[in-house]
């Protein structure tokens, strides 16, 4: 029913699969692993627990197939992301010529913040170019809102057929492109954000630390020690790479508490950055600043136009 | 509570010289003579009661010194009975000679035994060392020396306040040296990270992008582990703040030494951060 890799394509093929049923995502995985059993590929599942025991119900040979180390479903695209290249890595380097991945992608849908996810989408078409990787991104149609699915045909060169075969994708966007001409949603929901609650002109990590310490009081102390260091790393980032006066603006929801700090600059030249560290290197200056912020925040989204900014979410409950 | 070195001295900031103890090991910055002697009648007054043999080194003339004393009470008397010195920086401390830090260390260990032996529970001094430090090549190794010296403080009954002139040390140099020391005036720097007894070093304060060359300093004033394989530990109780960038220089600093750090009663984020960065050489315990 799915036609693997066609013979001359390098590098990652990057796919989506949206399915209406749970009989079609059962056929779907089942042939996926079986190709993948019969050309010696390492299979990696990805879907959360409840759907994983569906398929172990409805499979018979799923036991064969790897696993990645359980993240937890409150797995965040960061962290997900370095995990992915790991286990890559180490299955190229013993011997792996090609490597199969399928999953659900968290989203609004499921309770996911989708901002953070769909830009991992975006930025896997670059981050795992590197490996012999063919990767199906399944969605259900029942739970996936619409605005979902039009960022999803966006963000995957390649579109899975019902009825097997595949497509190429006339509505992907180059990821750049697509994540710097996103324009930011509402911070704290769906409704108007109103003005922030502070707004701090020229701030020091220093003076940012005390105003979030300040306004955060509500939050719980483990969400607000993570708001207080994403905050101030952020900061520090903007007075370092950034350029002009660095402006934070803070927001109070019910249970969420948003950040946002905005600098006169262009930004960082890949829209994508944060999602893995600048540098391989543990020892390298800096560089991970942004990529803290991806694994600690509920939330978090860059803006660029009229300078740069990013907008970091704390929930009461993470 | 404050923070403490292995059980021995204080680590916090301070707002005065008084109420100091057997192992305290203070900074202070003056900028004219009745400030200098103002902090140290206070922080010698306390010693002479609790029955040390105090001292204070000037770089200028000591009668001059002497007389602005009174405030501990009859100074001629107390000079008489050996309970007080009033020493030139000369005499104690290498003169035209380069300034090794053991062997100043050394010379500090003599005058402590010799008040013991002479009767006393110990030694405290205060030190006005400011033309050694002038030269700014000469900052790492006094802050090596006074890292040595804060061990010999935590192991024995020594305590010091090291005064720092304004009107001759450069800001950035002041600061440099206050950030080895457990005892520093309120607002001069954002952290502390001071050598106590053994392997045991205490790091209190907040560490970020603004401070990360001073804490980068501090590190390579550090004495190195005991013994091979032995561990540094860093008691962090007293620290409020740490970006990913301080614990790299963290890892940097074990990894170039050879060595591992353990940094103990740290807030809970500063262990997920270590976490996250997965550092080889740096281990991060949460505070029980």
């Known amino acids: 029913m799915t036609a693997g890799p066609p013979a001359h394509h390098d590098g990652y093929l990057h796919e989506t699969a949206l399915y209406d049923s749970d009989e079609e995502l059962v056929a779907l995985v089942e042939h996926f692993v079986q190709e993948g059993l019969e050309a010696g590929e390492p299979t990696l599942l990805t879907f959360d627990q409840p759907t994983l025991e569906l398929l172990h119900d409805a499979i018979d040979d799923l036991d064969g197939v790897l696993l990645p180390p359980s993240p937890g479903r409150k797995a965040n695209p960061a962290g997900a992301l370095t995990q992915l290249r790991r286990r890559f890595t180490e299955l190229v380097r013993s011997g792996a010529t090609g490597i199969r991945v399928i999953g659900d992608v968290p989203h609004r849908g499921t309770g996911a913040p989708w901002e953070a996810w769909l830009r991992y989408e975006a930025a896997v078409n670059g981050a795992l170019a590197e490996f012999p990787l063919w990767g199906v991104c399944t969605y259900d149609r029942r739970i996936t809102p619409p605005d979902v699915v039009e960022d999803v045909l966006a963000t995957h060169p390649f579109v899975m057929e019902p009825e097997g075969g595949r497509r190429r994708n006339g509505r992907f966007v180059e990821p750049s492109a697509f994540l710097r001409a996103r324009p930011p949603g509402p911070l704290l929901g769906d409704g108007d954000d109103g003005p922030p609650d502070v707004d701090r002109r020229g701030v020091t990590p220093a003076e940012a630390r005390a105003v979030v310490v300040a306004a955060g009081q509500a939050l719980p102390d483990d969400a607000l020690a993570r708001l207080r260091l994403v905050v101030s790393e952020t900061v520090a980032n903007a007075r370092v790479h950034g350029a002009g006066e660095v402006r934070l603006r803070l927001w109070t929801g019910i249970d969420r508490t948003v950040v946002v700090v905005s600098d006169e600059g262009g930004g960082p030249a890949d829209p994508c950055v944060g999602l893995l560290p600048a540098t391989d290197d543990p020892l390298a200056d800096g560089g991970r600043g942004l990529w803290m912020a991806h694994q600690l925040c509920t939330d978090i989204s860059l803006a660029y136009g009229d300078g740069f900014s990013v907008r970091m979410a704390l929930d009461a409950r993470t | ?288």
């Open chain 2, 1 to 288: 509570m404050s923070p403490s070195i292995g059980g021995m001295g204080r680590a916090e900031e301070i707002a005065s010289a008084r109420g100091c103890g057997l192992h305290d090991h203070l900074c202070w910055s003056f900028a004219s003579d009745d400030e200098l002697a103002a902090v140290a009648t206070d922080f010698l007054a306390d010693g002479l009661e609790a029955g040390l043999r105090v001292g204070i080194i000037v770089p200028g003339d000591p009668a001059a010194a002497r007389a602005r004393l009174h405030g501990l009470g009859d100074v001629e008397a107390l000079v008489a009975d050996g309970r007080l010195i009033v020493d030139p920086v000369a005499e104690r401390y290498a003169d035209g000679r380069p300034f090794v830090p053991a062997e100043q260390l050394a010379r500090c260990e003599e005058a402590l035994d010799e008040a013991l032996a002479d009767g006393f529970a110990g030694l405290r001094i205060v030190a006005d060392v400011s033309p050694l430090v002038v030269d700014p090549e000469c900052r790492a190794t006094f802050a090596r020396y006074e890292q040595l010296v804060g061990r010999l403080i935590a192991e024995r009954p020594f305590s010091a306040l090291c005064a720092y002139d304004r009107r001759l040390v450069a800001p950035e140099t002041l600061r440099e040296l206050a950030c080895v020391h457990p005892l520093t005036p309120t607002g001069l720097v954002p952290f502390a990270l001071a050598a106590g007894d053994g392997d045991r070093v205490v790091l209190r304060g907040e560490l970020d992008v603004a401070g990360a060359t001073l804490f980068a300093r501090a590190l390579a004033s550090l004495p190195d582990p005991t013994a091979a394989g032995v561990p540094i530990e860093i008691d962090a109780q007293g620290l409020e703040f740490a970006d990913h960038r301080a614990l790299l220089l963290l890892e940097r600093h074990a990894r170039d030494r050879g060595m591992r750090i353990v940094v103990r009663g740290a807030p809970p984020i500063v262990a997920r951060v270590a976490e996250l960065l997965e550092l080889p050489s740096v281990e991060v315990e949460v505070a029980a």
